[in-house]
């Protein structure tokens, strides 16, 4: 098994900053994927990025790019997502989530997730 545990999350204005965590523990040499996902109030939950954890490849959603960055730290066990330049669109709830699938396009491939922590950007 393994556990995720979000940090990170809070308020800020639009055009600021936030830097989220993720903690993995359990049996993390399992995992091949690791993504961050949002879910806004009355909306599906959508992916933001995906990094794969042997490669270090990056993905992301075309409405974030060139503003979140993801990264880990396999010393740690710690997933992150900067976030730069945020706007209003961008208040939702975040989730990490963790995978043992070599490709994770979809939610549905993601075996772990966390509670979720809030990002709120007013404007």
């Known amino acids: 098994q393994v556990q995720v545990v979000e940090s990170g999350g809070g308020s800020v204005q639009a055009g600021g900053s936030l830097r989220l965590s993720c903690a993995a523990s359990?049996?993390?040499?399992?995992?091949?994927?690791m993504g961050w996902f949002r879910q806004a109030p009355g909306k599906e939950r959508e992916r933001v990025a995906t990094?794969?954890?042997?490669?270090?490849?990056?993905v992301y959603a075309d409405s974030v790019k060139g503003r979140f960055t993801i990264s880990q730290d396999n010393a740690k066990n710690t997933l992150y997502l900067q976030m730069n330049s945020l706007k209003a669109e961008d208040n939702a709830m975040y989730y990490c989530?963790?995978?043992?699938?070599?490709?994770?396009?979809?939610?549905?491939?993601?075996?772990?997730w966390g509670q979720g922590t809030q990002v709120t950007v007013s404007s």
């Open positions: 359990g049996y993390t040499g399992s995992i091949l994927c």
């Open positions: 990094i794969y954890t042997s490669s270090s490849n990056r």
């Open positions: 989530a963790a995978g043992r699938s070599w490709n994770c396009p979809e939610r549905n491939q993601y075996n772990y």
